[in-house]
């Protein structure tokens, strides 16, 4: 019987198969085939191909030693000879060591990162069981929103329902309840990184707890568990047991039960305290009622199966359980599904509120992981081509070998030998150099990346796999072609590598060149849109502008008087309120809006601010037609201003005096138009301008949290200090915290930088390692020329003539790499590009310049050994013969 | 010659499977004799030294379709195995003849 899913893993099959010396029968093959049939009737499918797997890599070890063991003398021999040649051939061991270091060091970075991300939230030993509630909300438009947040009955329900679902924990973060302060003493400190929660939490989640037991915290009401860091920062080094701490919030003073580890950075939950969910849970507290509502989505859902299948399996459940519960909303208009947590962390882009940390999109680790290779085997490429060259010259040593009795495969166990060792060179050079710039790295990516770690016999386990790769694909070139040649042309005075392997060694320098042009073109477009959105008029002004926050009631009511106050500070030009700012970094207020009368069905869902009469003056937004609000809180109550977008969406032409209908909440209010504003860009320029109504300050729909303030920013430290006195003339209970506007809007693009950066210091590498090769090949190339150049110098030839003649061949090759590399450049950006819905259009002149960038790179590289040999004294080389 | 332990081993096991000394049964006599699992790698090379010592020889069964189509390798001793085992055996027992006080007798 064959049966494809009997067979081992095929890969691994042929790794067998490659390494046991008995290739012609298989014997071996056979041997642990049929173990891996036992194993599968036995264990099952799954168990068999893992003990293969496993057995394979048990089973290289010994076989690569047992390969070199026909004699250890030899082996130490071929290793000797390798390390005459690195000290003897300078400049060639140079680059290879050089750019097989970088090569490796940077995919030894790149692993560890990729480890990481893959890591995420694995250090839960449940983890395959777990799942969290995502919910859908259809849209008026046909579309979907996606967030996972839920009502609080449906994690108690399905619990109820489905014998599967073992346990079930709601969490809330600020989302619900936004920010608020924590006393301890005179300590005030503006906690958002908060967690409300129930037991549950520890019985699904392995968070570690340092101080107290896990089964009894977090039962009753106003009970707390910090992290350790904030236990560090509200108690220093005492102990906080039992101590209490205030906070401003629904719950009042919270009692210290238990002190826990940090989360740790590959968990997408990230947190600095557990907040009892019971303290808000008293009897007839509004939150009682918003919990069990089935139409009020508001809390963070994780299940808890009994097995994997059955989490599997219970996305289409789901479908029978909103039926079951179906009301108005939920059920109808939104949907459940689960997310299994191996998910959470790379199948999240499209979720909205998710609050998931460090979430990415799969494709960022892809591309990083080709970058990687392509550098490696940049690196390789070099190592072949010079090696080659370096091979012809030894051809003698080698022919001398098989005249004394070595077989092809001591041949070839020699050069792989030889390129085996000097990628364990560059592996532990390239391992001291990532220790060295991994803080940096760590830093910058906010991650923490560490060699040794849970992982590290699989990090170890592929840095040894890295150092085989690299060896054999170096040497596998050189193989190649010398185990090829017969003895007797090894054996001849001088050979001449043979057309083939030029035309190889050619395309393999044209590939490098691909791979860096592709690279100089990406960093050029990266930088292009980046300077773009830096640049780019956003329809309102963003520098100078001073962003206060309204953190308590007295701050809000006492608006006017704070304002006026803040007026008399000459450094202040003009001060807004608003319940939003354009730029903001957190989350508009959605409102549904429909032209007046319509039906429900018609409604459109748009962002919404609050403003008063100096909005538009402080932050320098232009008015379209109509008008303002006037400051006339009875009149401007009842009017908007809308931008452009939302006339487009409503089919508006004559917008002045127009009404329209805002429901919010089951309320339906009418409002009237009373001006149009430009469309400015109030959320990031990864999304396009949407429809936003601007109401007056005390509209129903949101209420102020900012002042915003036009500052000069000549002796800002001394305006800071004297806007903080203002503010806690009024507010006593609240910290003074304020932003400025451009640093905040900077933060959007923070990724995108941080991409960029990447890419730039991926395309130096990756330029340093092809200029390395073409260098190499270049002086070279310069060697065998020498008489050539010396005849034609002779001859008559200027020296101008001979740089030319010298560097044309090298040209072409970049030259073709151009042609090849601008359309794959252009691929590759435009996508990136897409994700911006402002960017720029990649024009000749980017072509050009990276195309220009290309050549002249080369151009300088080889110039150095065509200057040389130019220079060279024809009666010097042409003299011995 | 005086064979390692490893390889005093593997020869018997190979002389007590007799027409079934291959492989996979090779592995699992060693396990038994170990308690420890060899890799097959660890195993092959073993055996592969041991044929080029000439103290084993081996030739190849007929394909079975469990193994994939794949033949067995079924070794077995030479007589310079068979020697050496028997050389290897009495060097053993001279070494062993009248040791005391190791507590032999308990164990």
């Known amino acids: ?881 | 010659m005086i064979l390692t332990r490893s390889e005093e081993m593997l020869l018997l096991a190979v002389h007590r499977l007799q027409h079934d000394a291959y492989g996979v049964k090779i592995r699992l006599l060693m396990k038994e004799f170990t308690g420890k699992e060899m890799a097959f790698g660890a195993l092959f090379v073993q055996l592969d030294r041991l044929s080029q010592k000439e103290l084993l020889k081996s030739y190849l069964s007929d394909p079975t379709p469990e193994r994939g189509g794949r033949s067995k390798r079924i070794y077995q001793l030479t007589t310079e195995g068979k020697q050496a085992l028997i050389r290897t055996k009495k060097v053993q027992d001279s070494i062993w003849e009248n040791v005391n006080g190791l507590g032999l007798d308990k164990a």
């Open chain 1, 1 to 881: 019987m064959k049966s494809k899913r009997n067979r081992p893993p095929l890969i691994f099959e042929w790794l067998v198969k490659m390494f046991f010396p008995d290739r012609g029968s298989y014997s071996t093959v056979g041997d642990m085939h049929e173990q891996y049939s036992y194993i599968n009737s036995t264990d099952g499918l799954f168990a068999a191909k893992w003990w293969y797997t496993k057995e394979v890599f048990k089973s290289i070890i010994p076989l690569f030693t047992h390969s070199i063991y026909w004699g250890i003398e030899m082996f130490l021999n071929y290793i000797k000879l390798a390390w005459r040649n690195f000290t003897r051939q300078k400049t060639n061991s140079f680059i290879n060591l050089t750019g097989l270091t970088l090569g490796i060091a940077s995919s030894i970075i790149i692993l560890l990162f990729t480890l990481d991300e893959l890591s995420f939230d694995k250090f839960n030993s449940k983890y395959d069981r777990i799942g969290r509630i995502i919910t859908e909300e259809f849209q008026n438009n046909g579309e979907s929103r996606f967030y996972p947040l839920t009502s609080g009955m449906v994690g108690k329900t399905l619990v109820q329902e489905y014998p599967e679902v073992e346990k079930h924990v709601n969490i809330i973060d600020r989302d619900v309840f936004g920010r608020f302060v924590v006393q301890r003493g005179e300590f005030q400190h503006h906690e958002a990184d908060y967690l409300m929660t129930e037991p549950a939490f520890f019985e699904i989640f392995d968070y570690e707890m340092l101080i107290g037991n896990k089964s009894k915290v977090l039962h009753e009401p106003n009970e707390v568990v910090l992290t350790s860091t904030s236990a560090q920062l509200f108690f220093g080094d005492e102990d906080p047991i039992g101590e209490v701490l205030q906070t401003n919030r629904p719950f009042g003073n919270v009692k210290v039960v238990g002190v826990m580890n940090d989360p740790p950075g590959n968990s997408h939950l990230q947190f600095s305290m557990l907040i009892s969910m019971s303290s808000l849970l008293t009897d007839n507290s509004n939150f009682t009622r918003i919990v069990s509502n089935w139409d009020i989505s508001s809390m963070r859902t994780y299940l808890l199966f009994n097995s994997e299948s059955s989490l599997n399996r219970f996305d289409g459940k789901l479908k029978q359980f909103d039926e079951k519960h179906a009301t108005d909303v939920f059920g109808v208009k939104e949907s459940a599904h689960i997310q299994k947590m191996e998910n959470i962390h790379f199948g999240s882009t499209n979720y909205e509120i998710d609050r998931n940390y460090g979430a990415r999109s799969i494709n960022a680790v892809y591309i990083l992981g080709i970058i990687g290779l392509f550098i490696v085997l940049s690196a390789c490429i070099n190592y072949s081509n010079l090696s080659i060259a370096r091979y012809f010259n030894r051809a003698k040593e080698i022919g001398v070998r098989k005249v004394v009795g070595a077989n092809k495969q001591q041949v070839l166990a020699q050069i792989f030998s030889e390129s085996v060792f000097i990628s364990v060179l560059a592996v532990l050079v390239s391992v001291g150099v990532v220790y060295l710039v991994l803080p940096t790295f760590n830093n910058y990516l906010d991650k923490n990346l560490t060699g040794i770690s849970d992982n590290s016999l699989l990090f170890f386990g592929l840095i040894f796999f890295i150092t085989l790769f690299v060896g054999m694909i170096s040497g596998s070139l050189p193989a190649f072609f010398l185990s090829k040649l017969k003895t007797v042309s090894l054996m001849r005075l001088k050979l001449m590598p043979g057309n083939s392997v030029s035309v190889i060694k050619k395309s393999l320098v044209v590939l490098q060149f691909v791979i860096s042009t592709v690279m100089i073109f990406a960093t050029i477009t990266v930088y292009n849109q980046l300077n773009f959105i830096k640049n780019k008029d956003l329809g309102f002004d963003q520098g100078q502008m001073l962003v206060v926050d309204i953190n308590s009631r007295e701050s809000r009511n006492n608006f006017q008087s704070i304002k006026n106050e803040f007026l008399n500070n000459p450094a202040v030009s003009s001060v807004t309120v608003s319940s939003r700012v354009p730029g903001d970094w957190k989350d508009f207020r959605e409102i549904q809006v429909a032209n007046f009368g319509q039906h429900e069905s018609e409604n459109i869902q748009m962002n919404f601010i609050c403003v008063d009469e100096d909005f538009l003056n402080t932050f320098n937004i232009s008015m379209r037609e109509g008008s303002y609000f006037k400051g006339n809180p009875g009149l401007d109550s009842t009017k908007v201003v809308v931008n452009r977008e939302v006339l487009r969406s409503l089919n508006i032409s004559e917008p002045i005096g127009k009404i329209i209908q805002v429901t919010r909440r089951g309320n339906v209010y009418p409002v009237e138009i009373i001006g149009v504003v430009d469309d400015f860009n109030f959320r990031s320029l990864h999304q396009k301008v949407g429809p936003m109504v601007i109401g007056y300050y005390n509209s129903p729909f949101d209420a102020i949290d900012y002042y915003s303030l036009k500052v000069n920013m000549a002796g800002i430290s001394e305006t800071i200090k004297q806007l903080k006195a203002v503010h806690e003339k009024f507010d006593k209970g609240t910290p003074f915290e304020y932003n400025f506007l451009d640093e905040k809007i900077a933060e959007f693009y923070q990724r995108d930088v941080k991409e960029s950066t990447i890419i730039n210091s991926a395309s130096l590498i990756s330029i340093l390692i092809a200029c390395l090769g073409l260098f190499g090949l270049a002086s070279y190339t310069a060697q065998q020329k020498v008489k050539e150049i010396g005849i034609r110098k002779v001859l008559g030839a200027r020296d101008t003539e001979i740089v030319v003649f010298f560097s044309k061949g090298f040209l072409m090759l970049v030259a073709i790499a151009m042609l090849i590399a601008i359309p794959l450049g252009y691929h590759f950006m435009d996508q990136w590009l897409e994700g911006f819905a402002y960017r720029i259009d990649i024009g000749f002149s980017q072509v050009l310049f990276s195309a220009v960038a290309a050549i002249l790179i080369s151009v300088i590289t080889i110039s150095y050994q065509a200057i040389k040999a130019s220079n060279n004294n024809p009666v010097d080389s042409i003299r011995a013969e």
